[in-house]
């Protein structure tokens, strides 16, 4: 299996939503279907993928003790 990637930043859509995330390593943004389908395959190291029932499939970041590192707080910054 391949390195694990981290995500290290996010961008927000009009609504809010997370819309794009950065990875480690990378210049350019990955739109949130394609992290997704990376968390959902294992290739995410602090982030994994939430299907909900009737609603389309987002990314979260794993749990720990800082929000600066929620998808969220990265958008604001």
């Given at each position: 299996?391949?390195?694990?990637?981290?995500?290290?930043?996010?961008?927000?859509?009009?609504?809010?939503?997370?819309?794009?995330?950065?990875?480690?390593?990378n210049q350019h943004?990955?739109?949130?279907?394609?992290?997704?389908?990376?968390a959902d395959q294992?290739?995410?190291?602090?982030?994994?993928?939430?299907?909900?029932?009737?609603?389309?499939?987002?990314?979260?970041?794993?749990?720990?003790?800082?929000?600066?590192?929620?998808?969220?707080?990265?958008?604001?910054?």
């Amino acid at each position: 299996m391949s390195k694990q990637r981290r995500v290290v930043d996010a961008r927000q859509n009009k609504d809010g939503n997370i819309s794009h995330v950065l990875l480690d390593g990378n210049q350019h943004y990955t739109p949130i279907e394609k992290a997704v389908e990376m968390a959902d395959q294992g290739k995410l190291e602090n982030a994994h993928a939430v299907h909900p029932n009737g609603r389309d499939p987002y990314l979260r970041t794993n749990p720990d003790s800082q929000s600066s590192n929620n998808l969220d707080s990265m958008a604001q910054s």
